[in-house]
């Protein structure tokens, strides 16, 4: 296998990793300082203790490093971080021609920054809760508990040959239309354990103009339920307009039906063209699966 080959594959992880949330976007100080890229990483730890990790990059490469420390940490305990360093991370990932030089570096620089967050959330933490006996520290910085262990990146070095698909740590692209498949669907993988995102889909443009002049909304009552749904679940909700999509790929395709006599069926051809379709291209191809609720 060359380099140029592995360089690849990191680069097709890193278009995979997910789209930054909002705690990303409004955080302070989640810019990494020493990268030639832009590259922003927020670190936090949970009630557990486990790491969780996300990020975004202008450069793909830099997106594929960070893919690799989303997915090699995630999980871990923050010890774990406070042992790793960037060779050791480079190495066991296989990257060490490619993640040399100056780009080693830039790795070290986002493991600093990260360790300076957890530095940060564990003082805050302890401000705010000082009886609290879970919030000890210990004299190189990183919370007391069991022993630490360097994480180790072997799913990492399966990634770039090729060898694993989506995981269950990913985050999950779901489809929430406001209705009871949907919104099922989204349940049962939240109570798995599944980290969603879900994405309600705008479609009609024409109906909203025409309905705007009397001062309603047509999918007004279908967003509230699925604002319901998410805040219950404590899921991110997002809009996407896929309008001029669906005018073209599905609307034009029941006009033609019709002209021809033929009895057409939108509901596949949404499915097909517009939910595994133009919004994968748009959005779900960030995300380690997109699901849905048709027949759930």
């Not at 949330?21 to 100080?29: D, R």
């Not at 002209?259 to 960030?286: E, L, Q, W, Y």
Request: a negative charge; proline letters at 3%.
């Amino acid at each position: 296998e060359s380099e140029r080959d592995r360089l690849t594959m990191l680069v097709r992880i890193g278009d995979k990793l997910p789209r930054p949330t909002l705690s990303l976007l409004n955080a302070h100080k989640t810019r990494v300082q020493g990268c030639t890229s832009v590259v922003h990483l927020l670190a936090s730890a949970r009630v557990s203790r486990s790491l969780h990790l996300e990020g975004s990059a202008d450069s793909r490469l830099a997106r594929g490093v960070l893919a690799l420390l989303v997915r090699g940490l995630r999980g871990e305990d923050v010890s774990a971080l406070h042992e790793l360093t960037a060779a050791t991370l480079v190495e066991e990932a296989g990257l060490p021609v490619i993640l040399g030089g100056r780009r080693l570096d830039g790795v070290d620089a986002m493991l600093r920054l990260m360790r300076e967050q957890l530095d940060e959330e564990r003082d805050a933490s302890m401000n705010v809760a000082m009886d609290d006996r879970t919030l000890g520290t210990r004299q190189d910085g990183a919370l007391e508990g069991g022993p630490a262990r360097t994480s180790s990146f072997t799913d990492a070095a399966e990634l770039l040959h090729g060898r694993s698909g989506c995981s269950a740590d990913e985050e999950v692209a779901v489809l929430l239309s406001g209705g009871v498949d949907s919104s099922v669907a989204l349940r049962l993988l939240h109570d798995a354990g599944v980290r969603c995102r879900a994405f309600y889909l705008r479609i009609w443009l024409e109906d909203e103009q025409q309905h705007a002049s009397r001062g309603e909304c047509p999918w007004e009552e279908d967003w509230a339920y699925a604002s319901a749904v998410c805040k219950q679940a404590g899921v991110p909700l997002e809009a996407v307009s896929l309008q001029d999509e669906y005018s073209e790929q599905v609307v034009s395709y029941l006009i033609q039906e019709a002209a021809a006599g033929r009895t057409p069926n939108p509901d596949i051809m949404c499915n097909s063209r517009i939910k595994f379709g133009a919004f994968i291209d748009r959005v779900g191809r960030h995300y380690g699966a997109v699901a849905s609720g048709p027949y759930a």
